[in-house]
């Protein structure tokens, strides 16, 4: 499987914008990027995906480079519940049902300063 | 909720002894997917049903691992001759079993092998 590439740990200030950078210099064609969080004590939860094109949603943005070796989670107005560790995964879909294993690395933990 | 739920909450046994893990997917869905997490380290794939059979079991670490799910809904994991590496959060997820679908997290179940 591909691999991703983030950093272990950042911090933002609370109402402020964040941008979560995530490297994947060996995506394949038919890999969505996909991100997941997760926060204190709970399971992972989704955030959003992408193939090529940016997508917008009502908890954050996804922005794609153009060779699709890197992209930025962006979120627009951090709040304290953001803080959380933040994953970068990539999804092949080879077909059939589609549903293949998430495959997560160690993501990025976000703390928020009031 | 309607969420995944996942029982016990938190299970702490002697080392040697047999465990079992049940996790009641959301309604409807027929992709089910166990995961393990130690601490400061990103969910490890165990084990992913699309319906009553196990699609992809590469996940699981040994033969003291095994997973049903006999009708296609509830979902437990079992680990026998428990030891203390063994302690973790198990994390359950489902999703409609469809390309692209959002895969949902419970909140885990702690496991600790003293």
């Known amino acids: 499987d591909a691999k991703t590439t983030q950093p272990n740990s950042m911090e933002s200030n609370e109402e402020e914008p964040v941008h979560l950078p995530c490297n994947h210099s060996?995506?394949?064609?038919?890999?969505?990027i996909h991100w997941y969080r997760q926060l204190p004590s709970q399971g992972p939860e989704y955030v959003i995906h992408?193939?090529?094109s940016n997508v917008n949603n009502r908890m954050a943005s996804l922005a794609i480079a153009e060779d699709r070796k890197s992209s930025t989670l962006i979120l627009h107005r951090a709040t304290l519940r953001d803080a959380a560790v933040y994953y970068c995964?990539?999804?092949?879909?080879?077909?059939?049902?589609?549903?293949?294993?998430?495959?997560f690395g160690t993501g990025t933990r976000l703390t928020i300063i009031p | 909720g309607a969420g995944v739920s996942q029982t016990p909450s938190n299970k702490v046994t002697e080392k040697g002894k047999y465990v079992e893990l049940r996790c009641d997917p959301i309604?409807?869905?027929?992709?089910l997917y166990w995961y393990r997490q130690s601490l400061g380290q990103g969910p490890e794939f165990l084990i992913y049903?699309?319906?009553?059979?196990?699609?992809?079991d590469s996940g699981l670490p040994n033969d003291r691992f095994f997973a049903v799910r006999p009708e296609g809904s509830v979902s437990t994991l079992k680990i026998q001759r428990t030891e203390r590496g063994d302690s973790a959060v198990y994390l359950c997820?489902?999703?409609?079993?469809?390309?692209?679908?959002?895969?949902?997290f419970g909140e885990g179940s702690w496991l600790t092998v003293v």
């Open positions: 992408g193939l090529t």
């Open positions: 060996t995506i394949s064609g038919t890999d969505y």
């Open positions: 997820a489902s999703s409609l079993g469809r390309t692209g679908n959002t895969i949902y």
């Open positions: 309604s409807g869905h027929t992709a």
């Open positions: 995964i990539l999804r092949p879909v080879r077909g059939g049902f589609g549903n293949e294993k998430l495959t």
């Open positions: 049903f699309q319906g009553t059979g196990a699609a992809d």
